[in-house]
């Protein structure tokens, strides 16, 4: 089945810039969704189909996918962007299945 | 606006099924392109993927799963459905039920979720 995989936490300071990155097996040749989940809440779609943004969802979330590497960047970090997020694909193989990311928790120092 | 809201036991004994209900409102379950998919989270862990029901019909599970799984859909009441056999304390999550769109299975909109707890 495919894998992708996550770094468990990434810090930054206020007003700088958080990158998130997801790996998988020619990840590039795939859509990759990216969800924000704060503690008590349901996830929220923040990037989809590798780098658009959902309405609503501030500038300063983007993505980018290629190669093994798929990434979340989130300009001008704000204490409010902490929270854990999640990378996500369709693997359409011969058992297709939703794959998550193991999630990465997001510090705002 | 879709919303979309869980229902179903807390509690559940070893072994039993589990049974959850998914109320679909601000939309038609039955009208348009869309998967209704069921995920958990286990406290502290990350998402997993349960299965999704097509507009159609059709079902894809977790192979993880596959064996214990069913979801189903029922059109007049606007709602689906997951039941989840011999369950053991590992399957104690939050279950979120959700609305994804085309085959990229993009999760537009998910449901506060509903704690499940597995326990004698």
């Known amino acids: 089945s495919y894998v992708l995989t996550q770094p468990p936490s990434v810090s930054v300071a206020p007003g700088k810039t958080a990158r998130i990155t997801c790996g998988g097996n020619?990840?590039?040749?795939?859509?990759v969704h990216w969800y924000q989940q704060k503690p008590g809440q349901a996830p929220v779609l923040v990037i989809y189909y590798d780098s658009d943004r959902p309405s609503g969802i501030p500038e300063r979330f983007s993505g980018s996918n290629s190669g093994n590497t798929a990434t979340l960047t989130i300009s001008r970090v704000e204490a409010g962007d902490e929270a854990d997020y999640y990378c996500?694909?369709?693997?359409?193989?011969?058992?297709?299945?939703?794959?998550f990311g193991g999630g990465t928790k997001l510090t705002v120092l | 606006q879709v919303q979309l809201q869980e229902s179903g036991p807390g509690l559940v004994k070893p072994s039993q099924t589990l049974s959850l209900t998914c109320t679909v409102s601000g939309g038609s379950i039955s009208s348009g392109s869309y998967y209704w998919s069921w995920i958990r989270q286990p406290a502290g862990k990350g998402l997993e993927w349960i299965g999704r029901i097509y507009t159609s019909g059709s079902t894809n599970y977790n192979p993880s799963l596959k064996s214990r799984v069913t979801i189903s859909v029922d059109t007049s009441k606007n709602q689906f459905s997951l039941k989840l056999s011999s369950v053991t304390a590992a399957d104690t999550a939050v279950y979120y039920c959700?609305?994804?769109?085309?085959?990229?299975?993009?999760?537009?909109?998910w449901g506060q979720g509903t704690l499940v707890t597995v326990s004698s």
């Open positions: 020619n990840i590039g040749s795939k859509s």
């Open positions: 959700a609305r994804a769109e085309d085959t990229a299975m993009v999760i537009a909109y």
């Open positions: 996500q694909v369709w693997d359409s193989s011969s058992d297709p299945s939703v794959v």
